[in-house]
Structures are given as C-alpha cells and as structure tokens.
C-alpha cells in the first residue's frame, strides 16, 4: 500500500500531477472493522469532541453515515484529528480512509493531489468578524488591519484577492491550528478573524465574550465544503458520493430515522429504490442493498443532521439558506438512485 502511494508524495513535491492510489480501501475498512475519518481539530457543528472525547457535527455525522453504510453501524469509527496543513498528507499516505473536515472544493485540490471530493455537504463562503467596539461595518472599511487565519487554506489567497481587488493594505498573521487562530484573535493580536463564515459563528462561540463580536455582511467567496477521497478507488469513490446523495434524497422523499420502517412499506418507488426494497443498489457499490436504509435510520437525512449540529435551535443559529433543498429555495441537490 505505502509503495503505492509514493508517486502522489513525489508528485506534489515537485509540483507533479498525482498519481493514483490504490484500489482496496472499502476491503482495508473492512479488514480493520471501522472507518478512519480525518476531521477538525474542534469546530463546533462540523467536529468537535466534548470532555468525554465523543465528536459530533454535521462532517462526524457523515464519517457515521459512512460506518453505517458499510458495516449497519454508526459507530465502526475513529477519528483523526487534523490541522488545515495536515488534512491531505493524512489522506494521501493512507494514514485515514476519508477526510471530512469543513474542506473547500478547489479545482487544483481536485486535480493536483491525487483526491477526489465526494460531493458538497455543506455551501459556505468566506467572511470577517471583528470586534463591535472598532465600528466597523463593512469589510471594505478594513484598510490597513491585521487579519487573523489558518495557514494552508484557500483562506490566505482569497483575503489576498479581496483586499487587493479593493486597494486596500493588510498584514496576515496566521497560525496551523484553529484554535491558536481563535486565541490570537481573542487576545487582539489582530483586528480581523477570517475564516469560512459558518466557522465564524462556530469560533465565536469559544471567545471570551461572544457578544462583543460581530460577523460582517461581505461574503467574499464560494466554499463548497465536502468529503475527499483518494484517487484511483472508484468503489470507495462510489460509496462517498453516494452516502451523501442518500441523505440528501432521503430528506426530498421525506424519509426520516423515525419514519424510514415504515417508509419500507411505501408505494413510490424512488423509496423503494433508496431503502433497498427494489433493485441492487447497494449491490452495485460494494454494499448490501440496505446500505441507505441504515444511514437514514442510524444518522438521519440531511435536515436532521443540519439541525442537530447548526440548525437555527443550536447555539450556532444558522439558517438553512443556500443549504436547503433545490426545491425549497436552495441549492442542494442530489441524482437519483435509480
């Protein structure tokens, strides 16, 4: 297996296009009995651990959705946790199976490391927060400040875009971990936190005083934050994409972890179809055909895990927006399993 995964090392040293891993990653899961997800270091609503070490968010829920697909348990996991620099040399050299850690959809991303992202799990872009007392209420007021932020992310180049686009100067003090990026900011090392703006609201809640700060209107990019595998394993491929389409079209049938039994008996077929009542499905990507009906009934459907982990009654607040359904004012959208 390292044998293998040589080449993408090579090629992203030297700037080289990546070649591909190998094929046995859903054998290797199974082979060890869980699924390693790379995740956050701890942002609240996508991953983070509580005092006891158990991680919750909607990028845990998906390593769960994972678990339950291949194994019908939502727990078969374990998780790495890692830094912005970190993630893909995890995923690369085989350290974890997926990463699903609030990680942007970029096309060098896509085509250079020799990863594939499985799809869009959360649609984010990214703002600025500051502190009230400053009285600053655009982003475009911001001349001359230091802006706080992760090394390694598509962060840095788009703050480089934005304020050059704007003629305006500033000074980036950045840091590997986020949470030295929140206690730099909290200490006024810098008057800017930037960062995706669901982790502004997330990070804000780790502030000394949450209320002192305030997230500004300016949305200055598009972050289509996603699971990422490796390249070259189309059937492990095929079980990320899917397990994310499952949910998503879970919650357009209107399939929930309360109701997915009884929705075994239902007459629509495109229920039928994702609960593996008809066709083989689930056959066909390496699974057993009730591969979705554990997801659902394990984890949920899209909606609840939004709402569990950032919905409008958690003390993230965060309204479905461009996350809601295509046909319920949104953007989110998955292909059919037929």
Same mark, same amino acid.
């Given at each position: 297996m390292t044998k293998m995964l040589l080449p993408i090392a090579f090629g992203v040293a030297f700037g080289l296009g990546a070649t591909a891993a190998s094929a046995a990653t859903l054998e290797d899961v199974k082979e060890k009995g869980f699924v390693q997800c790379g995740v956050s270091q701890g942002l609240p609503g996508f991953s983070n651990p509580d005092a006891q070490g158990n991680w919750t968010g909607i990028d845990v829920d998906y390593c769960r959705a994972v678990a339950a697909a291949v194994f019908g348990d939502a727990d078969a996991v374990k998780y790495t946790p890692l830094s912005a620099k970190e993630r893909f040399t995890a995923l690369q050299s085989g350290e974890i199976d997926i990463l699903s850690r609030n990680t942007t959809w970029t096309m060098t991303r896509d085509t250079t490391l020799g990863l594939n992202f499985a799809g869009v799990n959360y649609y984010d872009g990214q703002g600025f927060m500051v502190r009230k007392e #400053? /009285?600053?209420?655009?982003?475009?007021?911001?001349?001359?400040?230091? @802006?706080?932020?992760?090394?390694?992310?598509?962060?840095?180049l788009n703050v480089?875009?934005?304020? &050059?686009?704007?003629?305006?100067? *500033?000074?980036?003090?950045?840091?590997?971990?986020?949470?030295? @990026? @929140?206690?730099? *900011?909290?200490?006024? &090392?810098?008057?800017?936190?930037?960062? =995706?703006?669901?982790?502004?609201?997330?990070? &804000?809640?780790?502030?000394?005083? !949450?209320? =002192?700060?305030?997230?500004l209107p300016e949305i200055i990019s598009k972050e289509p934050l996603g699971p990422v595998v490796r390249q070259g394993d189309d059937e492990w491929f095929n079980i990320a994409k899917w397990t994310l389409n499952a949910m998503i079209n879970a919650e357009e049938l209107g399939v929930t972890s309360a109701n997915v039994d009884e929705m075994k008996g239902s007459d629509n077929p495109s229920i039928k179809r994702l609960l593996g009542v008809e066709?083989?499905?689930?056959?066909?990507? /390496? #699974?057993?055909?009730?591969?979705?009906?554990?997801?659902?009934? #394990?984890?949920?459907?899209?909606?609840?895990?939004?709402?569990?982990?950032? /919905? !409008?009654?958690t003390p993230l607040g965060i309204a479905r927006g461009v996350n809601a359904l295509w046909s319920k004012g949104g953007i989110l959208y998955a292909p059919p399993i037929r």
């Open positions: #400053l /009285g600053v209420t655009s982003a475009l007021e911001m001349s001359g400040a230091s @802006v706080c932020t992760n090394t390694g992310t598509t962060t840095e480089a875009d934005y304020f &050059r686009a704007n003629n305006m100067e *500033y000074e980036i003090v950045a840091f590997e971990k986020a949470d030295e @990026v @929140v206690q730099a *900011y909290d200490a006024g &090392r810098c008057d800017v936190y930037t960062t =995706d703006a669901s982790g502004l609201y997330a990070q &804000r809640l780790k502030l000394t005083n !949450p209320g =002192d700060h305030m997230v066709g083989s499905f689930g056959e066909n990507i /390496g #699974l057993s055909n009730d591969w979705a009906y554990n997801i659902i009934k #394990l984890v949920g459907n899209y909606e609840e895990t939004f709402n569990a982990n950032v /919905g !409008p009654d």
